[in-house]
């Protein structure tokens, strides 16, 4: 039994364990409660120390890990035995995390998902970094062949692939990464519009002219508060950022505190998201998502299943998608608009909620009821513009749907990604012929689709993209 020595091979099929530093606090706190048992010979903390770090050593110990031509083999439990097979055809992704601690060990942690529930997913931490990257070029390149080598089936024996060379499509610099923290805090800076409004208008209702001045104040400090955190975050999270194509996959890396490397093939990939708000329109850049099946919330930091870009210009889109797609078709198509009615339900659900609450705080607040009374009529040009943005689009290989305002989205689905699709009517949409629809992909936690379509188009829609995915 090997225990991650780096002259062992990923492709040599022997039963190995990941690195003992994997279980240090084991060690530290079986070696504690030994030591308080011989020196104090008691029976409370240094007991439960004992026991605790025996059991996360006894739990090392018996969790392995078998690479195998075509499948990787985890063996873990003690009482329980686990076995969890996995064909390198079904990866999704690989991951590999580096947090300081491990950047300072020479330690990496490898993540390997396949499209299935979060239960397929396996976590090897912690590997030496040496170790990591082999098994990884390892699974990548087991994942493309497919079948085991017909010249010689023993795993021992065969050859790995030399890594593929990585061509660098895409880096993002210092100050990009600034403007990009600071253009991502506009919808929580209109959040903590509308929360700061509310209180600071009844606070100051005895003098209109008070209340306006600490408004003011109150959200400007709020701005720069939001703004200087998501600056901060921008910079933490992505910051060498670089976007590399190596043979079909997507090798995305970054990360100050925590270095990130992410495999993504390509041909994995479920959607595409390009978002953006107003503050960024303004700066006319956006952010992309590339989404595969991978299971979407294994991942603390939520970047499980997905490759991000957080800051991209508008111009650059379609080039881009093409570059690191291989493919023209992924070029975002012009959307056709919603009909008419639709426009009137955007207004009216956008201003109905803010008459409302303009309502109640008139009976509570004269003056404060008044200003939201003023506030609602911001529903009419945000209904308006709503409408404007959001629309549908089908092409021969793609279906596109974007909607949204404070936070514009816009998804691109390959026809042959979509598992089902499906429309749910509301009796006000019953009215006036609108439905809404969705499509069902594989490892998406939010099923894309769009609000108020016309019924006949979302129809022929549901009946037709579900046969065209299985042509």
Known sequence: MQCDPPALEPHQSAPRRTHPLTAIAGFAAFGVGVLLVVTTAGFGLDLFLTFFGGLSLVRWWFRTYEVGPDELIVRDGVLSRRIQVVPYR????????????????????????????????????????????????????????????????????????????????????????????????????????VVAAVPVAVAFSASVGIAAYALTLWLLFLAAVVAALSTIGSLLTYAR??????????????????????????????????????????????????????????????????????????????????ALMGARSWTPPELQPRPTAARRRGIVRRTAPLLALAAILLVIEPIAGV????????????????????????????????????????????????????????????????TTFALDIAGSASAPGLYDLDVEAATSLRRALPRRALE
């Open 90 to 193: 079904r990866v999704q992704q690989v991951d590999i995390r580096r947090s300081l601690l491990m950047q300072i060990f020479g330690l990496a942690a490898l993540r390997i998902e396949t499209a299935g529930s979060q239960a397929g997913t396996v976590d090897l931490a912690m590997l030496d970094v040496g170790t990591a990257e082999s098994l990884r070029t390892w699974v990548l390149s087991r994942r493309t062949a497919g079948v085991v080598d017909n010249a010689d089936p023993n795993p021992a024996a065969a050859t790995l692939a030399a890594p593929t060379p990585e061509v660098v499509m895409f880096a993002i610099s210092g100050g990009r990464l600034v403007l990009a923290g600071v253009t991502a805090s506009a919808v929580a800076f209109v959040a903590a519009f």
């Open 241 to 322: 950022y670089t976007l590399s194509l190596a043979g079909d996959d997507l090798r995305l890396t970054h990360g100050a505190l925590e270095r990130r490397h992410v495999t993504l093939p390509r041909a994995r990939v479920q959607h595409i998201e390009i978002s953006d708000n107003p503050l960024r329109r303004a700066f006319g850049v956006v952010s992309v998502s590339f989404r595969s099946a991978a299971s979407i919330g294994a991942d603390r930091g939520g970047a499980t299943g997905r490759v991000d870009i957080p800051i991209v210009n508008r111009a650059d889109i379609p080039g881009l998608l093409a």
């Open 371 to 434: 200003i939201a009374f003023g506030v609602a009529v911001v529903g009419i040009p945000w209904g308006v513009a709503a409408h404007r943005r959001a629309g549908h689009a089908v092409t021969p290989s793609i279906t596109a749907f974007g909607a949204g305002v404070l936070h514009h989205r816009l998804h691109l689905v390959p026809i042959e990604r979509i598992q089902s699709a499906r429309t749910v009517q509301s009796p006000f949409q019953r009215r006036v012929d609108l």
